[in-house]
C-alpha cells in the first residue's frame, strides 16, 4: 500500500511516457508537478528516470556522420545537371510542374492522338464498306443524254451534236448508209419534240426498248411521240469525253443487230456514276462502255463481276435487286487493269444522276 | 556546439572510385529564426530563376540530410539519398507553401527517398537471399571507433563496443518507432518537427517516443 494514497499510480507504458516528455521538457508544470511527487514516493520510477536518461545521453553522444569532402559541390552540379531539359525550360517560365505530371501530360497526348488515328481509320473502313457510299477514288462518270433540267451537266447546250453525227457516220459498218439516214431522222424527230418536251413535266414511263427492238423505226418514232416522254436520242448529246464510249458501244450494238436503239422510250439517267469499290480501284479502272444506257429502275446497283485478262466482264452477279437491261449494261463494262495482281472479281456500284 | 572529429572513409561498391578520408567537425543543426528568413530569401530568389540561391541551400542542408540518410540506410547510400532529395526539392520548391519549415520539408523528402531505397535494397536482398534488414543495419564502425585520445584504448574500445550495440538495437527497432527516435535523440528535432516530418500528431510522437526508448533500454540492459 503506497504511503500517500492519493497519488494515482501508473502503469509501466505511462511512467515511461512520463519520464520521456520529462527529459525532452515537454511536461507542464503541473505534470512536473505530479512527476516529482511520484520520484518521491516511488524509488522504480526513480531507477528507471536514470535508466532512460543515460540512455537519452548515449544516443545524443552518438557521433553524426558528417559529409563526404565535396558533397554539396556535388549535389550542386548533379541538381542542376538533372534539372535541367524540358524541366528547366519549365523552371524559365516560372513553372515547377512535378516529372509525373509532365509524364502524364505526355502519355494523355500519345493516347489522344492513337485514338484520333484509329477513329478515322475505322471511319475510312466504314466508309468503304458502306454499299451505297460514295466513294472518290475510281469513280467514273458515263453522261447519256441532256435531257434533265436538274443536271446541270445537262444544261450544256447540243453542239456536240455534229460531232456526234460525224462520229457515227465514221464508224465502219455494212449498214452505215441505213444508220445515218435513221440517226438523221431519229435526230429530226428528237429536234420536233424538244420543243414540246421541254414544256411538259417529267413523267417516268416504264421501259420500251424491247419495243423499240420489235419495231421499224417509224413504229417506234410513232410510239415514242405518242408517248410525249422525254426521250432522249443515244450519243445524241454527248457533253462529256465519255460520251465517245457511249456512242461506240450504241455503234456496237446497232451494227450486229441491224436495229438501232435510238430512242428511248423510259426516262434515261443523264449519267451514271460507275465506281469501282475501294478495294480493288488501285486493281481495275473503268475503260469504255460496249452497251447502250439502261433506264434507271434504281438508282444505285451494286455488281459483283468477274473479269478476263482483257478487262471484259465474264460474268456479273448483281447484288442489289436490278433489270436484265442493267445487267447487260453492266457486261458490256470493259475495264482497264491498273497492276499486275489485280484481282479477276472485283465489285462496282452504278449509281444514277 | 559539440566539437567532434570524426573520422570517415568509405568505399563504394561500384564505380572505382573511393571517397577521400575526411576528418571534419560534426555539429547539430539547430535552426534559428534568422535562418527560417534567409531560407524564405533563397526560395524565392530561386522560383525568381537565380538557380544560384538554391545552392545556398544546397550547402545549408546537405550535410543535415546526408546524417539522416546515413543512419537510416548507411554512409554509402546515403550520398545518392542526398542528390536525389535536392532533385526533388529543385522540383517541387514551387509547391513548397511554407506550413512548415524547409527544414522539415526536406526531411520528408529525405525520408521519402529513403524509403524508396529501403524498398529497392529489401526486394534486391530477397532477390539475391543476402542479408535482411533486421542485420546489424548501417556500418559506422569507422565513425565509431574512432580513439578519444583522453581515454586509454581499453576505455576506447569499450565506448566502440557500446556505441556498436546501441546502433544495433536502434536498426532493430520497428520503423515507426526508430523514425521518432533518429528524428528526436540523435537529428534533434522537436515533436512539432518531428510530427510535421512523419505527417502524425505530436501526441504519437510522444508515445513513439517514450515506446522506442523503451524497447532499447530493455535491449541494451
Known amino acids: 500500500m503506497s504511503a500517500r494514497p492519493d497519488l494515482v499510480r501508473l502503469s509501466g507504458e505511462d511512467l515511461d511516457l512520463l519520464l520521456s516528455r520529462s527529459l525532452d521538457g515537454d511536461l507542464s508544470s503541473e505534470e512536473e508537478r505530479s512527476l516529482a511527487e511520484i520520484l518521491a514516493s516511488d524509488p522504480r520510477a526513480v531507477r528507471r528516470r536514470e535508466e532512460l536518461a543515460a540512455l537519452v545521453g548515449k544516443l545524443n553522444a552518438l557521433p553524426d556522420p558528417a559529409p563526404p569532402l565535396g558533397l554539396t559541390a556535388r549535389t550542386n552540379a548533379w541538381t542542376a545537371e538533372r534539372g535541367k531539359g524540358i524541366g528547366a525550360v519549365w523552371h524559365r517560365l516560372g513553372l515547377f510542374p512535378p516529372p509525373p505530371m509532365l509524364r502524364g501530360i505526355g502519355a494523355l497526348f500519345v493516347i489522344v492522338l492513337i485514338g484520333m488515328s484509329v477513329l478515322r481509320t475505322q471511319n475510312v473502313r466504314q466508309k468503304a464498306e458502306e454499299p451505297g457510299a460514295e466513294k472518290n477514288d475510281g469513280r467514273v462518270a458515263i453522261f447519256f443524254g441532256e435531257r434533265g433540267a436538274s443536271s446541270p451537266s445537262a444544261q450544256k447546250p447540243s453542239a456536240p451534236r455534229a460531232p456526234a453525227r460525224e462520229a457515227v457516220a465514221a464508224a465502219p459498218s455494212v449498214n452505215a448508209p441505213l444508220q445515218k439516214s435513221r440517226i438523221a431522222a431519229a435526230e429530226k424527230s428528237a429536234e420536233k419534240k424538244d420543243a414540246v418536251m421541254d414544256e411538259l413535266p417529267f413523267r417516268p414511263q416504264p421501259p420500251k426498248a424491247e419495243i423499240a427492238r420489235s419495231e421499224p423505226f417509224s413504229a417506234r418514232r410513232d410510239a415514242a411521240s405518242g408517248a410525249k416522254t422525254a426521250g432522249a436520242v443515244a450519243g445524241a448529246a454527248a457533253p462529256a469525253a465519255h460520251s465517245e464510249s457511249v456512242l461506240s458501244s450504241a455503234r456496237d450494238e446497232m451494227a450486229p443487230s441491224g436495229a438501232a436503239p435510238v430512242l428511248r422510250a423510259a426516262r434515261a439517267p443523264l449519267a451514271w456514276d460507275v465506281t469501282v469499290a475501294n478495294a480493288f480501284v488501285r486493281g481495275w479502272s473503268l475503260r469504255r462502255v460496249a452497251a447502250p444506257p439502261p433506264p434507271a429502275s434504281t438508282p444505285t446497283v451494286s455488281y459483283r463481276v468477274t473479269l478476263d485478262t482483257e478487262g471484259k466482264v465474264v460474268s456479273a452477279r448483281a447484288l442489289d435487286a436490278t433489270t436484265p437491261e442493267m445487267d447487260t449494261a453492266v457486261r458490256s463494262l470493259v475495264f482497264q487493269k491498273l497492276t499486275a495482281d489485280a484481282p479477276s472479281e472485283i465489285e462496282i456500284a452504278l449509281a444514277a444522276r | ?221
Open chain 2, 1 to 221: 556546439m559539440t566539437a567532434r572529429i570524426l573520422a570517415y572513409a568509405t568505399v563504394r561498391p561500384r564505380g572505382g572510385h573511393g571517397r577521400i578520408a575526411a576528418v571534419v567537425p560534426a555539429e547539430r543543426h539547430t535552426e534559428g529564426p534568422d535562418e527560417a528568413a534567409g531560407d524564405e530569401r533563397a526560395v524565392a530568389r530561386f522560383l525568381a530563376g537565380d538557380v544560384s540561391a538554391f545552392e545556398t541551400l544546397v550547402r545549408r542542408y546537405s550535410g543535415m540530410v546526408f546524417a539522416l540518410a546515413a543512419r537510416l540506410v548507411g554512409p554509402l547510400d546515403a550520398e545518392d539519398v542526398v542528390q536525389e532529395t535536392f532533385l526533388r526539392a529543385w522540383r517541387g520548391l514551387s509547391g513548397f507553401r511554407g506550413e512548415s519549415s524547409l527544414k522539415t520539408w526536406l526531411y520528408s523528402i529525405a525520408l521519402n527517398r529513403v524509403r524508396d531505397r529501403r524498398g529497392t535494397l529489401a526486394r534486391l536482398r530477397a532477390l539475391f537471399d543476402a542479408e535482411g534488414p533486421g542485420g546489424d543495419g548501417p556500418d559506422f564502425s569507422l565513425v565509431d571507433g574512432l580513439a578519444d585520445g583522453g581515454l586509454t584504448p581499453e576505455e576506447n574500445a569499450a565506448r566502440a563496443e557500446e556505441r556498436r550495440r546501441l546502433r544495433k538495437a536502434i536498426a532493430a527497432l520497428p520503423e515507426e518507432f526508430r523514425l521518432a527516435v533518429v528524428l528526436r535523440d540523435l537529428e534533434g528535432l522537436s515533436y512539432e518537427e518531428v510530427a510535421s516530418v512523419l505527417e502524425v500528431p505530436v501526441g504519437t510522437v510522444r508515445s513513439r517516443l517514450a515506446r522506442g526508448r523503451a524497447i532499447l533500454k530493455e535491449a541494451l540492459s
